[in-house]
């Protein structure tokens, strides 16, 4: 049963800007923190941005100031909007999820649940 799904990846160019989604089952969104991930082949999985249930938000130093992520509780989605894209944010992106404890952990163990990801690709 799929619960997360993301949408919203493609290719772009140094400077551009692009804005993924990840729908969410009920289930899922009422959970309490989401989170963006994003992986390259050869290295580990890289939290992006976090938000908890109130809309606050966290985010990697890499990204910071370019990326926002947000929720829509009414479509129970989860957004991550990036500008002033890099070639070093190429990666496949995947949103996740989890009930208890602190949200703005950027650990991928501390997340229950994984969407199949989204491939961004930003050429020089």
């Known amino acids: 049963q799929v619960q997360l799904v993301e949408s919203g990846g493609g290719s772009v160019q140094a400077g551009g800007s692009l804005r993924l989604s990840c729908a969410a089952s009920?289930?899922?969104?009422?959970?309490?923190?989401m989170a963006w991930f994003r992986q390259v082949p050869g290295k580990e999985r890289e939290g992006v941005a976090t938000?908890?249930?109130?809309?606050?938000?966290a985010y990697g130093d890499s990204v910071k100031g370019r990326f926002t992520v947000s929720r829509d509780k009414d479509r129970r989605n989860l957004y991550l909007k990036m500008s002033s894209l890099q070639p070093e944010d190429t990666g496949m992106y995947y949103c996740?999820?989890?009930?208890?404890?602190?949200?703005?952990?950027?650990?991928?163990?501390?997340?229950?649940?994984w969407g199949r990801g989204t491939q961004v690709t930003v050429s020089s």
């Open positions: 009920e289930s899922i969104y009422s959970r309490r923190c």
């Open positions: 938000i908890d249930s109130d809309s606050l938000t």
């Open positions: 996740a999820a989890r009930s208890v404890g602190y949200c703005f952990t950027r650990s991928p163990s501390d997340y229950d649940y």
